[in-house]
Structure formats: C-alpha cells, structure tokens
C-alpha cells in the first residue's frame, strides 16, 4: 500500500519527521492521491500539495525526493524541450544521463548551463499503487466524490534544478542516486563550458 511505503521510507529517514511528521502528511497525501487519481492523474505535483494543504514547497519537494528514492512509491521521470526540434522527451534517470533527443538525435542541450532550469521533474505513481488506488475509488460510492478546487492556478513541476538545490538543503541525504545524477549532469555542464 501506497502509505504504508511512505511509513516505512519514514522508518528508515526518521529525519523526514523534522520536515513534516508522518502523522500529519500521512493522511494529507492519502486524500491528495486519491483526488488528483479521480482527476486521471498518474503523478502528484508538490506544488499542488504544497498549495492544498498549506506547507512549504521546499519541505514537500524534499519528502517527495524521499519518497522517489528507487524503492519508493513514486517514481522520478523528466520532461524536457528540445532546443533543435521542440519535441518533448519525457525521461528516466538512465535516459537523461546520456540525454539525446529521441526525435531528431540532437544531443548538445545537456551541456548548456541553462539545461537544469529547463527540465522539469514529475513525480509519478508507480503502475501497482496507481492500480491500487484506481480500484479503491472504483468501489466507493460516486456521491462522495468532491469536486476539486478551481480556485487553483495552474502550478506548474519543479526543474531538476530546484531539485538539486532542495536535495543539498537537506540536512540528511534523501536519495544518494539524486546525488549521484547531480554530479553527472555537473560533469556534463563543466565539458561544455570549458569547450567554449
Ligand atoms: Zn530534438
């Protein structure tokens, strides 16, 4: 089950308590998930969770950073434009580490310094907890179905950059392959400013 995933995570980071503590988040996220999958969502924004439930976006980006460690509920995937062609690629941690675009092949973008601002990261939902909640919901009565909001804005995802900021803001490491990615990428920036 999707919360008790989340609890074990906590179990394992006991400092994720000092962000938000489980007893609070876990049934936020609870209603969060099975909203935003009736509205035919397969990942959670935490600016949207941020906004709903009125915490700081630092503090969710980070649980949410936990939370897509890789045995985790949710699952890091990368959206990016490419700056030859406008396709949209939609990555893994895999694909963007070698990053080509799957339309025109063009490959240059991950050297420029304005590439993490233009990646955005989505959390999804890994397909059993997407099923999961999908098949609770079924079951439930459509009466106690709310709408949503839509005193909302359009909140757009966080970029990978934010990510690695707020992941480095952490006083405990939350997913050392984010880590890992991070140097990487850094690694590929520095290549391409120093053959200017
Ligand atoms: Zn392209």
New binding site residues.
């Given amino acids: 089950m999707f919360i008790q995933e989340l609890a074990n995570i906590y179990s394992k980071i006991p400092y994720l308590n000092e962000i938000i503590p489980f007893y609070e988040i876990s049934p936020q996220i609870e209603l969060f998930l099975n909203q935003e999958i009736r509205l035919g969502a397969n990942n959670l924004n935490p600016y949207r969770f941020s906004y709903k439930f009125a915490h700081d976006p630092k503090d969710v980006i980070n649980l949410f950073i936990a939370f897509s460690a890789s045995d985790g509920p949710l699952k890091r995937m990368y959206r990016y434009e ?1 700056s ?4 949209t690629n939609i990555l893994s941690d895999e694909e963007i580490k070698n990053f080509k ?1 799957y ?4 490959d240059g973008d991950m050297e420029k310094k304005e590439f993490l601002d233009n990646v955005k990261v989505i959390f999804e939902i890994k397909q059993p907890y997407l099923k999961e909640v999908k098949n609770r919901l079924k079951d439930q009565a459509s009466s106690d179905i709310k709408s949503s909001q839509s005193g909302e804005a359009k909140l757009g995802s966080p970029t990978l950059k934010e990510i690695f900021e707020m992941n480095r803001l952490a006083k405990q490491p939350l997913d050392n392959e984010l880590e890992r990615l991070e140097e990487y990428i850094f690694r590929s920036l520095s290549r391409g400013l120093s053959s200017i």
């Fill in positions: 490419c030859e062609c406008e396709e675009c339309n025109c092949y063009f």
